[in-house]
Every structure is written in structure tokens, then in C-alpha cells.
């Protein structure tokens, strides 16, 4: 009788799909093994020592037969490109696991007709911390046993949503892009700083303090972020003239606009 292996491949160790090999070696789970799946073998062999004897890294496509997941963590347009190739070395109701951004579920179906388990996953940056957040949608046949599974590797690098893939793009504004919004305020609140005169390294300093406990703050507190702001602000104060600046440019608008013209991009580019 064949004995259902617990080997998950993973296709492209870039950024993302190491983020998710660390989580799952941290999980250190004695059934599974992991596969990384490369196409230039010498640049990522350094990964069997990164991550220890749990991780496999191959260039040979015919090994994730092997495998009862696979998640794919290759470019959006690679994968427009060349997914079609790997259509003969997936296993028949492989669970498949996409984090491409703007790669719908129909896609992968399309490609790979052996199997319906099929999910679309959005994670975030700070997963390389096992702090992201991941939106999970599961493709029309996929089973629920499947996307529990999913959610269950994705758990690996910070929290799991489950949401219907009509709504990725707009998650993908949110969290996915999310990272992106709040450095480019640590950008320019340390420039703000520089120029008050404190010195870089201070600046830098100050501001990743006051993001980190901001953030924990609002984690932690029952009180949500309007109200904890209005607990930084007393009227006719420092924060409330701060806080006009902010509102007579409209920055508050400008952030929803922005979330607006991330999804429409989303969808852009999802064709
Ligand atoms: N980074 C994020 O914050 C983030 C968030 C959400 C979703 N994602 C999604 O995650 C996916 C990967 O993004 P990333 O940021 O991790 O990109 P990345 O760091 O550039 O990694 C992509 C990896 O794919 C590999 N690759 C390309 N073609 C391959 C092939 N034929 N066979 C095997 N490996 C191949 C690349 O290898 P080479 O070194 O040989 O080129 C590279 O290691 C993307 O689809 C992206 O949309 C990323």
C-alpha cells in the first residue's frame, strides 16, 4: 500500500518561499519533509545549510512528484511564462498553493488539470519575521480539507484570513502593499526629523522606536487607532497643529485613494 509522503515542494526560494521554508523548519514537524525547488542549483545549495537536514534543494522539476503540497512562490510573470512546464511533474490532488500576486485560481487550474486543490495566497514582508498576515482563498473544487491544510502552512509565518479570491486584489491593497505605506512614513518622518536637525542616526532611531511601540500599542490595546490618536492629541496642543498639517493635505483621503489605485492596479495586472 502506498504511504502518503508528507513532502512540500516549494517553487522559487526567493524572499517569499524561504520566509516560508523558516517558518515550517521552526514548526519542526518530524513527518514532513521540504523540498525547495530551484532552477540554479549552486547559488541557493547554501539553503541545505541555512535550514538543515529537513530541506531538500533540487533543480530537478521531476522530484515534486514527490510531493502532497507545493507551494508557488515564483514572479507573476515567470509564472504567465513558464507554469505550464511544470504541468507534468504535479502529482494527481497535489494541494497547490500560489502566493503570486494577481494570479487567480483559474490559472492554476488551467495549467494543472490533475489536480482541484487549488488556493490563492496573499502573504505580506513581515512573514520573514513569522509576523505577516495572509489572505487564503481556495479555488472552486477545492476541498475543505485542503484549504485547512493551507491555512496550516500559512500559519507558519504569522496570521492566516480566509476570504472569497473576489476580494484578494483589495487585500492585496491593504496588507499585501500595507508594509510599503507605513515605511514610507518611517522615510519621511525620519527626513522630518533630519531636517528639525536631529542627527541621522538619532532620527532613525526615534522613529523606528515610536512605529514598533505604535504598533504593539494598537496590537495590544482594546482601544482602536482613532481613539488611541485622540489620546496623543490634546486640543490647542503640539499633535492637534501637527495633526492640521496632515488633514488640510488631505493625507488621510490621499491613504484611501491610494489603497483604491492599488487594487485597480491588482486588477490590471491579474489581466
Ligand atoms: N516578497 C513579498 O513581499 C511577497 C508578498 C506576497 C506575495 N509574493 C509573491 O511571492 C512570489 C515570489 O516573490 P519574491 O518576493 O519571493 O521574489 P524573489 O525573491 O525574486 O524570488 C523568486 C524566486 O523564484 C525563482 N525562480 C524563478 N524561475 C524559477 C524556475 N523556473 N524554477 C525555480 N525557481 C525559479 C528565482 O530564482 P533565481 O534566483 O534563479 O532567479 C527566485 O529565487 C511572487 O509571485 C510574489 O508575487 C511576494
Redesign the pocket.
Known amino acids: 500500500m502506498n504511504q502518503v509522503k508528507q513532502v512540500i515542494g516549494v517553487?522559487?526560494?526567493?524572499?517569499?518561499?524561504q520566509a516560508l521554508i523558516a517558518g515550517w523548519v521552526a514548526q519542526d514537524s518530524p513527518d514532513r519533509e521540504i523540498l525547495a525547488?530551484?532552477?540554479?542549483l549552486p547559488?541557493y545549495q547554501i539553503l541545505s545549510e541555512k535550514f538543515g537536514p529537513s530541506v531538500r534543494v533540487t533543480d530537478d522539476r521531476s522530484e515534486l512528484l514527490q510531493c502532497s503540497t507545493i507551494v508557488i512562490?515564483?514572479?507573476?510573470q515567470?509564472?504567465r511564462e513558464?507554469l505550464h512546464e511544470f504541468t507534468p511533474f504535479i502529482a494527481p490532488d497535489c494541494l497547490l498553493i500560489s502566493?503570486?500576486?494577481g494570479i487567480t485560481c483559474g490559472f492554476i487550474e488551467n495549467c494543472f488539470p490533475q489536480t482541484q486543490q487549488v488556493i490563492r495566497a496573499?502573504?505580506?514582508?513581515p512573514s520573514i519575521i513569522g509576523k505577516g498576515v495572509t489572505g487564503v482563498s481556495a479555488g472552486a473544487g477545492c476541498s475543505r480539507e485542503s484549504v485547512n491544510r493551507a491555512v496550516q502552512l500559512m500559519s507558519a509565518v504569522g496570521t492566516v484570513v480566509e476570504l472569497p479570491e473576489s476580494q484578494q486584489n483589495d487585500l492585496a491593497a491593504v496588507s499585501?502593499s500595507g508594509p510599503a505605506y507605513l515605511f514610507y512614513l518611517a522615510e519621511n518622518m525620519i527626513h522630518g526629523a533630519q531636517e528639525l536637525g536631529l542627527d541621522s542616526e538619532l532620527a532613525q532611531s526615534l522613529v523606528r522606536q515610536t512605529l514598533v511601540g505604535a504598533a504593539e500599542l494598537l496590537a495590544v490595546s482594546p482601544a482602536g487607532p482613532e481613539q488611541l490618536r485622540q489620546q496623543v492629541t490634546s486640543p490647542g496642543g503640539m499633535t492637534a497643529a501637527a495633526m492640521e498639517v496632515l488633514d488640510a493635505r488631505e493625507v488621510g483621503q490621499a491613504v484611501i485613494d491610494a489603497l483604491g489605485r492599488g487594487t485597480e492596479r491588482a486588477r490590471e495586472l491579474g489581466g
Do not use: F, Y
Open positions: 517553487i522559487g526560494a526567493g524572499s517569499m518561499g525547488l530551484v532552477r540554479d547559488k512562490a515564483i514572479k507573476p515567470m509564472i513558464l502566493v503570486a500576486a496573499m502573504p505580506n514582508t499585501g
